[in-house]
């Protein structure tokens, strides 16, 4: 008996990788928002590693960069539309 569909092979996803070593960024700015907003969501929250990729010493460098940039006020901490 024939089968009518192929058969689901399913493969290995993607593998993630650190934005931040792959391009060789040593520093992040926080007085860059253009860059920062890239590593937030629409509602002005922080995307985990699980989705960013990023390794744990970035993560938390970026971290620390996003909320200096929305202390001095040049990111919103909340908003509906960011993008």
Do not use: H, W
């Amino acid at each position: 008996m024939r089968f009518l569909t192929p058969f689901d092979v399913k493969t290995k996803p993607e593998k993630k990788y650190c934005f931040f070593l792959k391009n060789k960024i040593k520093y992040i700015d926080y007085k860059n928002p253009k860059f920062l907003i890239k590593f937030l969501n629409e509602r002005g929250e922080i995307l985990p590693i699980r989705i960013t990729g990023t390794s744990k010493k970035f993560q938390k460098r970026l971290t620390k960069a996003i909320k200096r940039c929305k202390q001095i006020g040049l990111l919103p901490y909340i908003t509906d539309r960011l993008r």
